[in-house]
């Protein structure tokens, strides 16, 4: 019988020697790999874009000075506030309406430098230097503005709420001279809407108003 043993017969002794255990090797690169995570966190440059995503988040603004109802303002604003939006929530003028915000009711007529405009629609910042002159500004102390008191004498509103952008804009119609005829009237405030279909008595009130100016 031979006496030699077979190569696959190694002793657990001369194996544990020559290469680390199995344990050995896990402690050793689960260590190794925490270091790598932690130094990971420490070290690791943000993302790629996020201090630009970051300064993005921020509207871009400015300031911008005006006269409202003959009153001085010079506000900071969101670059894309609208002039409906600096009066209502900047300067505490709510007498114009927010209605559709599209330009299509007319509910938040003013005039800017005499000419009627919807001011959903018109950037505030661009109107450094105007005069806009809102619902509010139409009285004279306790005195109503001559449409004011036509829209009361010929009963032309009910709900009340196009009534401030109605008047307004008359006053623009009256004092652009297109007050001819209850046809010319209608064309001319036709950009502006009246749910209650008080429309009759609106272009009377107006008619009223240009016949006593």
Not at 79 to 90: A, I, K, P, W
Not at 147 to 172: M, R, W
Request: glycine share 12%; net charge negative; with cysteine.
């Amino acid at each position: 019988m031979s006496t030699e043993r077979p190569d696959s017969a190694v002793s657990p002794t001369a194996e544990s020697s020559s290469a680390p255990s199995r344990r050995t090797f896990i402690a050793t690169t689960t260590a190794l790999g925490g270091v790598v995570v932690a130094g990971g966190m420490v070290a690791a440059p943000p993302p790629l874009g996020t201090e630009k995503a970051v300064a993005a988040e921020a509207p871009p603004g400015g300031s911008v000075s005006l006269t409202v109802n003959g009153v001085r303002h010079t506000v900071t604003i969101d670059n894309r506030t609208s002039l409906l939006d600096l009066l209502r929530e900047h300067l505490d003028l709510t007498g114009s309406k927010k209605g559709c915000n599209a330009g299509a009711c007319g509910a938040c007529t003013v005039l800017v430098d005499g000419r009627r405009v919807n001011s959903c629609l018109t950037l505030a910042v661009r109107l450094e230097g105007a005069e806009v002159t809102t619902i509010e500004g139409l009285e004279k102390g306790d005195r109503l503005h001559p449409l004011q008191q036509a829209f009361i004498d010929q009963d032309a509103f009910q709900c009340g709420f196009c009534t401030p952008g109605q008047i307004v804009s008359g006053v623009g119609c009256i004092q652009e001279g297109h007050t001819g005829s209850p046809e010319e009237i209608r064309e001319w405030m036709s950009g502006n809407l009246c749910r209650c279909g008080c429309y009759v008595k609106i272009v009377r009130a107006v008619e009223q108003t240009a016949e006593r100016k």
